[in-house]
């Protein structure tokens, strides 16, 4: 609290921090994840379709083949909608406090939840447990963006796997976890370097989008190993951990193999592998990750499981936090 003088006048104004409290952290969370659950965003319309249509104008007139320019349209990218949002945050929080709580529901509402992917594995299982593999091929074909009329149903299920793993991790924990360290802010500053990582992050872009892959390879460079040792926690700590260190260095994307080969070894089954895809059979990029059984429909629903106990963990982890602040 503090007190100012206004008009001969003294005034109590409370001091609302812009990062908030575990307590609000907890109950936002909570009430984000249940919103989202009954009621999903319409992530294609509302969200992506404006972000990929001013990434095009940025690319378009900013990538001229140069590295400095790729920066400039990151910042310009990144900032306004960071920028925005803390100015709404400062006011919300100097002229009506009490509205922090749905403020910060909303932008997790736009941030983070389960239902952004989850369709595709929930079908996907649904179709192997069914014994349905083509509908099985066809949806993890749609959900990567990539042919799969030649694979196994054991092929679809370690794919399935390795989706949902690093989804949970890019919708749920990453999100979750700057949320809480930064405030709403924090939560929207990894969406949207996701996003733009995704938009400029291949090779056919060149060096305009070397900023956007490295600012993002940093952002997550934290929660990224939190996710996976949460991994390790609610699953087989010991496989995790092995499987961690010893494998995750040889898969093309070294950062996304600390998530994939913690998950798996926590729920011991075996991804990565050789897959043929298109006629050919990519035995250099897919090593061997996790260890113990194929992957099939009751690993899948393995991988449901560990990414539940790994969000009642973190929520539990917050609550005692809470309590623990309130107490003392």
Not at 85 to 109: D, E
């Amino acid at each position: 609290m503090r007190a100012v003088v206004s008009w001969g006048t003294v005034r109590i104004i409370p001091i609302i921090p812009i990062i908030p409290f575990a307590g609000m952290s907890l109950f936002s969370i909570v009430i984000a994840l249940i919103l989202e659950q009954v009621r999903p965003l319409a992530q294609q319309r509302f969200v992506r379709a404006p972000l990929t249509r001013y990434a095009q104008f940025l690319e378009t007139y900013c990538n001229d083949g140069r590295r400095i320019h790729g920066t400039i349209a990151w910042l310009a990218a990144m900032l306004p909608p960071l920028l925005l949002l803390l100015l709404l945050q400062f006011a919300i929080a100097r002229w009506q406090p009490l509205l922090l709580l749905p403020f910060n529901v909303a932008v997790l509402y736009v941030t983070m939840g389960f239902r952004q992917f989850s369709h595709y594995f929930t079908d996907t299982h649904l179709a192997l447990r069914m014994g349905e593999l083509e509908r099985a091929r066809a949806l993890i074909g749609e959900w990567r963006g990539r042919s799969a009329e030649r694979l196994s149903s054991r092929e679809v299920a370690r794919l399935a796997i390795e989706e949902a793993l690093l989804a949970s991790h890019q919708h749920v924990f990453a999100p979750l976890f700057y949320f809480v360290a930064l405030g709403p802010a924090g939560a929207m500053l990894y969406r949207l370097a996701l996003f733009f990582r995704g938009q400029w992050g291949g090779s056919e872009v060149g060096v305009f989008g070397e900023t956007a892959r490295k600012a993002f390879h940093y952002i997550d460079w934290l929660p990224l190993r939190c996710t996976a040792a949460v991994f390790a926690m609610v699953g087989n700590f010991e496989d995790a951990v092995y499987c961690w260190r010893t494998q995750a260095a040889n898969w093309p994307d070294p950062a996304s193999g600390i998530l994939l080969a913690s998950g798996a070894g926590a729920i011991g089954v075996r991804l990565g592998q050789p897959l043929q895809e298109a006629g050919e059979v990519a035995f250099s990029e897919r090593p061997e990750l996790g260890s113990g059984e194929e992957a099939d429909a009751d690993s899948m629903q393995s991988a449901i499981g560990l990414v539940w106990r790994s969000l009642v963990l973190c929520v539990l982890l917050l609550a005692l936090f809470w309590v623990a602040s309130w107490m003392g």
